[in-house]
């Protein structure tokens, strides 16, 4: 079926939240797609930093496929072989001295660490939160309540919980809105939906001397960050500063939906039995994914590679001089193109022209999240064929 003949169906089909995509993906194999009509990309997305270790991996599929034919569900009412060493993989990768839950996403994530930090709230007479402006957390009611992202929140609101909203990246202003009242700080490493904003250096160590001088829960959300997108198996290595609480999920399934909610030392221990559960959470054929995952990025050297080709492709980036192009921002395989202008959806679609998958994450931003196993000659591949890409996009706009 042609690429036109499925954007039709799924418009006729689909709530229309999302649109029409402008792509019908038909399969793939390494860091490359095909459509629906036969023609190839270098996708530099990964079903939004997703997809850790490319297409059609083999160590996925044989994960995959080995557990489906094994045992593909089991509720919470069993347990299973893969969802405990899963979760002590994780414990062991991140000090050893915690408590998993598994989700299937990571809004569900953040809704568990949520729960957890509302439970110890009310435990400790603790009353509001803190997030970032321009945050994001996820879109089901609780993780949208943390999400500072007016266009997405407000026309939800209100919410049930305190939110105060703090400028990203500020220590000074963070400082002064936790008190021994709030009952948790949620930020991420690097504001993923933002563009790909990284603070200044230090903030996260900021954040966590913060919560420990008033007893504010730590919330790292990773949803994005983690499982060696920044060179690192979690952003938060990168300054030492370990949260109370971690949300996971995208690249750690490679693919399959899972999600993860890690809290460390006496605060595993806040939840009681029936306080939160998930039907699929913890999914055998999730949990086998996650370990083929892990173990194919520790095998292959996959966070030496996240670093090393993440400054190949920034260093290609920073070497043009072209009118629409600002700079790049980011670390690993997570960097966004940064424009000087509001043109991010016109060079998305000039890239797609060009044989290359980018995001228009901001009206000035690109996001870059390609697989893992990206290599230097791909990244090379597109940072040569930028310049004529913004040139074409610089047409389309002038012509509009």
């Known amino acids: 079926m042609s690429g036109d003949d499925l954007r039709k169906r799924f418009e006729a089909a689909f709530m229309p939240n999302y649109g029409v995509p402008p792509v019908a993906l038909a399969r793939g194999e390494g860091c490359r797609v095909w459509d629906a009509d036969g023609r190839e990309y270098l996708d530099l997305i990964a079903g939004i930093a997703v997809s850790s270790l490319g297409h059609a991996h083999p160590a996925l599929v044989e994960a995959v496929a080995a557990q489906a034919a094994t045992l593909a569900h089991t509720s919470n009412l069993f347990l299973h072989e893969p969802e405990v060493l899963l979760a002590e993989r994780l414990l062991g990768l991140l000090g050893g001295d915690g408590r998993v839950f598994l989700a299937n996403s990571g809004t569900e994530a953040n809704e568990a660490a949520l729960k957890l930090a509302i439970k110890y709230g009310k435990a400790n007479g603790r009353t509001y939160f803190v997030a970032a402006e321009n ?41 002064a809105a936790v008190d021994e009242r709030c009952a948790a700080v949620f930020l991420e490493p690097a504001q993923g939906e933002a563009g790909v904003v990284p603070p200044p250096d230090g903030y996260f160590a900021a954040a966590r001397r913060i919560c420990d001088a008033t007893g504010a829960l730590f919330v790292a959300d990773e949803i994005q960050s983690a499982i060696g997108r920044t060179g690192a198996w979690f952003a938060f290595q990168h300054e030492d500063a370990r949260p109370d609480v971690l949300t996971l999920a995208k690249g750690l399934g490679g693919g399959l939906p899972i999600g993860a909610c890690v809290a460390f030392g006496d605060h595993g221990d806040i939840f009681a039995k029936g306080d939160h559960g998930s039907t699929f959470g913890g999914n055998p054929v999730s949990a086998a994914a996650a370990l083929a995952v892990l173990d194919t990025i520790d095998k292959d050297g996959l966070l030496a590679n996240a670093a090393e080709v993440g400054e190949t ?29 509001p043109h991010a959806p016109a060079v998305e679609a000039a890239a797609r022209d060009a044989g290359f998958l980018i995001n228009a994450l901001q009206p000035d931003a690109l996001r870059l999240a390609p697989p893992l196993t990206l290599t230097a000659a791909q990244a090379r591949s597109f940072t040569a064929a930028f310049p004529t890409i913004l040139d074409a996009a610089a047409s389309a706009v002038k012509e509009s």
């Open 135 to 175: 945050g994001f957390h996820g879109r089901s009611m609780g993780a949208l309540s943390l999400t500072g992202k007016n266009a997405i929140r407000e026309p939800f609101g209100p919410f049930a919980i305190d939110v105060r909203f703090v400028p990203y990246g500020d220590a000074d202003a963070l400082e």
């Open 313 to 341: 492709l920034a260093a290609g980036l920073e070497a043009i001089d072209h009118p629409l192009l600002k700079g790049v921002r980011g670390r690993g395989l997570w960097r966004a193109a940064v424009l000087t202008g």
